[in-house]
């Protein structure tokens, strides 16, 4: 056969190349436009954490009066939850807002002004800020965070590499010389837990804890013998598996810094531990609370706070007054009596820490619940009382040691601002001078 007879033969295989590549071709954007509306469609379905849709429920509770301006926004000169507290607060939710407003949020966090960055305010904002970035990745949305101006304060920068934003969200793993970190350790109650789970979890991490607490001794020559450290462990545990199974939203924070100062003779020692959900308060005044008994004289106290005239709107409050007297010890919102004896416990042996019992400008262990806020420096100390011929310690945090009296009201307050959930921050200063050394047999006694 002639070439020229042979065209139609080939110009026909050429088409039906031609059309199957362009088949190809519409299957290939058919299948991009079917997986992209696929993955359009299941990211819609994301639905807000249950935290930050705590948070979000919580909104009416917290302040606005701080203002971000072109994307941009000023971290206060203290940024504290106890030394600065509404200024602080309001910082934080204005973030919180601005987060909530803007699908693709952008904005700076400057740092510059920042002289005093404490633990518990840096924490609360990081927590917020991975709650975020977490929901706008999954979402497809694109998040602008960055922090500005840090680099000007050292204590600031060494806050934020150690166990802050950069360790956080960063992945950072920096070692900074006379620095000891306990890193963030976040535990949140998931599907398919079980209670033997969840107590080999507290093992280890009350383990993880006590190892933090003893460096930081030993940096400062500190020894602690066996026994001084299983008590240690017990109440550490006691403390963990409490903020745990409190929190209403099914979780618990714990997370701390020592930092040595320059001259070497003393250190700061900070620590951490806190969760979300129902207020101490809350919790009792549920009708779901489980031991009534408890309730009940709350309830008789506040009669008698009421006749006597000792509530004062935003001063002290019922709300105040449960708070304090739930952290006596045989109290508890379990049915189980035997749980209430953590919280004067942990009082009690952090701040022995610190050696000698004398009052400073630096150590303190405050506790956060809602709008109560309670302060312990050793200015009151804790009593043992005998009732019934039984012994158990209170903190009254008055002279009589009667919780029918009422509280020094420098020392337990009612505040402005709102805590969602309970929080107990430790800053305690460890001097060279008050440490003390263990006998020669090492039994810690």
């Known amino acids: 056969m002639s070439r020229k007879s042979n065209r139609p033969i080939y110009f026909a295989k050429l088409g039906k190349i031609r059309y199957r590549k362009k088949l190809r071709r519409k299957k290939k954007i058919f299948r991009s436009d079917k997986s992209s509306n696929s993955l359009k469609k299941s990211r819609s379905k994301i639905k807000l954490s249950r935290y930050l849709d705590f948070f979000y429920n919580h909104d009416k509770k917290f302040k606005r009066s701080y203002k971000i301006r072109n994307d941009q926004i000023i971290i206060p000169k203290i940024f504290s939850l106890t030394e600065k507290a509404n200024e602080s607060f309001s910082c934080i939710h204005a973030i919180l807002f601005h987060l909530k407003g803007n699908k693709e949020p952008s904005l700076d966090i400057d740092y510059s002004n920042c002289q005093e960055l404490h633990l518990d305010a ?4 990081d927590i917020l800020l991975k709650e ?5 990745r999954l979402k497809g949305y694109n998040i602008k965070l960055r922090l500005i101006g840090f680099r000007k304060n050292p204590s600031v920068l060494n806050l ?6 950069f360790a956080i969200h960063n992945q950072l793993d920096v ?10 350790c976040e535990r949140k109650k998931r599907k398919g837990y079980t209670s033997k ?5 507290k ?7 006590a190892d933090y607490v003893i460096n930081c001794l030993g940096e400062m020559n500190r020894e602690m013998g066996s026994e001084k450290r299983n008590d240690l462990c017990k109440v550490i545990g006691e403390v963990l598996i409490n903020a745990e199974e409190h929190s209403t939203m099914g979780g618990r924070y714990s997370v701390g810094q020592f930092v040595k100062n320059p001259n070497g003779k003393s250190g700061l020692f900070k620590l951490l531990i806190f969760n979300f959900g129902e207020t101490i308060y809350e919790k ?3 009708k779901d609370c489980p031991n009534k008994t408890v309730v009940k004289r709350m309830s008789d106290l506040s009669e008698n706070y009421t006749r006597s005239g000792i509530f004062k709107s935003s001063i002290f409050e019922e709300e105040t007054l449960w708070t304090l007297y739930a952290l006596q010890e045989g109290i508890t919102s379990f049915a189980d009596w035997k749980r209430g004896n953590g919280s004067i416990r942990f009082i009690e042996s952090f701040f022995n820490i610190k050696g000698n019992q004398q009052v400073d400008q630096t150590s303190r262990l405050n506790i956060l619940s809602g709008s109560t806020r309670i302060l312990f420096d050793g200015s009151h100390r804790i009593k043992e009382k005998v009732k019934m011929g039984e ?3 209170v903190m009254t945090f008055n002279k009589s040691g009667e919780i029918e009296n009422p509280p020094d009201q420098n020392y337990v307050t009612f505040a402005d601002f709102y805590f969602p959930g309970t929080m107990i921050s430790a800053n305690i200063q460890i001097d060279e001078n008050d440490i003390f050394k263990p006998d020669s047999n090492r039994d810690g006694k």
């Open 197 to 201: 789970s969840v107590m080999a979890r």
């Open 132 to 136: 975020h970035i977490k929901y706008f």
């Open 284 to 286: 009792f005044k549920s």
């Open 391 to 393: 012994k158990f310690k």
């Open 160 to 165: 934020l590499a150690s166990v802050g934003s």
């Open 122 to 125: 840096q924490m609360y904002l």
């Open 203 to 209: 093992e280890i991490d009350t383990t993880s804890l």
């Open 175 to 184: 070692v900074i010389p006379g620095v000891i970190k306990y890193p963030l």
